[in-house]
């Protein structure tokens, strides 16, 4: 009897060994068709995007030309599974093949204001001068400077005016950031100013003029033991004159400046320029011709000032046939309140 319990034993126990190899060498069938399966490759052509493919057939994946980095046109898959991006386009410049590239964004400065009727403008960067460009017939203005890299700089505008007289300098610090435009708005140039006289008899009258924005109103600046503040109005050209009565001023030197305003908008002062007031008078010369010009208008009498007399004069010719030209200050044959009103800009006394 217990020999027959140790044989069934021993049966049982093989059978459970035969049982668990079997297990174990179908688990690992198992395992192995598995591993088969997920390493298959991807197939080209059946129109399902998959795993190491960009695209295939009409199945882009979500993709365009637009996720590719161009602007519009249409995404294509070609025979091997890759994009086609032939049909795309860049920015305004049609499309390219193979790819194609996407231009960089500029990195520029711009800036803009007001200076002189078809007066020079001049950037400076770095102490450098960058580029000119003339402004408009309305004194305004736009100069750009790009192809900068992202940084820090320092920009100086200045103007000259058409007697070839310069403003002063103004100047900007500009953070430029790569890729970008950078705007500097609403530039007011100072005017350019210069005197007749590089010394002046006290008590006469020295002449302050230069340009600056049309119809605009200058502030001029005239210092001595006490500060002198004069207004003139510049023309439509931006013209400016304003004869100074130097009785005023004490003897030795002297200084004088000038600023602008228009539609609420001032300019900082101009440079200053200098004068003597002393016992005798000196014409500068390369002003002379510039104020005999300018001091001409109303001059009818020709003795260098505009008076009563050359009123009286122009009160003759009121209303009266072929005025003599020198009379006649906007030339449309004509005395009428328009010559008493240029006249009166011009007025000495």
């Not at 736009?142 to 403003?167: H, M, P, T, W």
């Not at 000196?282 to 505009?306: A, F, R, T, Y």
Request: with cysteine.
């Amino acid at each position: 009897m217990t020999t027959f319990l140790y044989c069934n034993k021993s049966i049982i126990a093989a059978v459970f060994l035969v049982l668990l190899a079997f297990l174990l060498s179908l688990s690992c069938s198992v395992y192995a068709s598995t591993q088969e399966a997920s390493t298959t490759s991807p197939i080209c052509g059946n129109n399902i995007q998959e795993t190491g493919e960009q695209c295939d057939g009409s199945d882009l994946g979500g993709a365009s030309c637009v996720s590719q980095g161009f602007s519009s046109g249409t995404l294509l898959c070609a025979s091997s599974c890759v994009f086609d991006t032939s049909s795309c386009t860049s920015g305004g410049g049609g499309g390219g093949g193979g790819g194609g590239s996407v231009p960089l964004p500029v990195t520029s400065v711009i800036f803009s204001g007001r200076a002189y009727p078809q007066s020079a403008i001049t950037l400076l960067k770095d102490a450098q001068i960058a580029t000119t460009t003339i402004a408009g017939a309305n004194a305004n203005f736009q100069i750009s400077i790009s192809g900068l890299s992202g940084g820090n700089y320092i920009f100086s505008v200045y103007g000259e005016d058409k007697a070839s007289r310069r403003s002063s300098l103004l100047t900007f610090q500009v953070s430029v950031t790569q890729g970008a435009t950078t705007r500097v708005t609403g530039i007011f140039i100072a005017p350019t100013i210069a005197v007749d006289k590089s010394a002046v008899k006290r008590g006469d009258n020295i002449a302050i003029f230069g340009q600056s924005a049309p119809e605009s109103e200058i502030t001029i600046a005239v210092n001595s033991a006490e500060e002198f503040f004069v207004k003139a109005q510049a023309d439509d050209g931006g013209i400016y004159l304003y004869n100074f009565d130097t009785a005023v001023l004490e003897m030795g030197e002297h200084f004088t400046k000038s600023k602008t305003a228009l539609n609420g908008e001032i300019s900082s002062f101009s440079k200053a320029v200098s004068f003597t007031v002393g016992a005798e008078s000196i014409i500068k010369e390369e002003q002379k011709e510039q104020v005999e010009k300018q001091l001409s208008e109303g001059d009818s009498n020709n003795d260098g000032k505009v008076n009563l007399i050359d009123f009286s004069i122009m009160a003759y010719w009121y209303n009266r046939p072929s005025p003599p030209d020198n009379i006649d200050l906007n030339n449309d044959h004509k005395i009428d309140l328009v010559d008493f009103s240029i006249m009166a800009y011009y007025w000495t006394g």
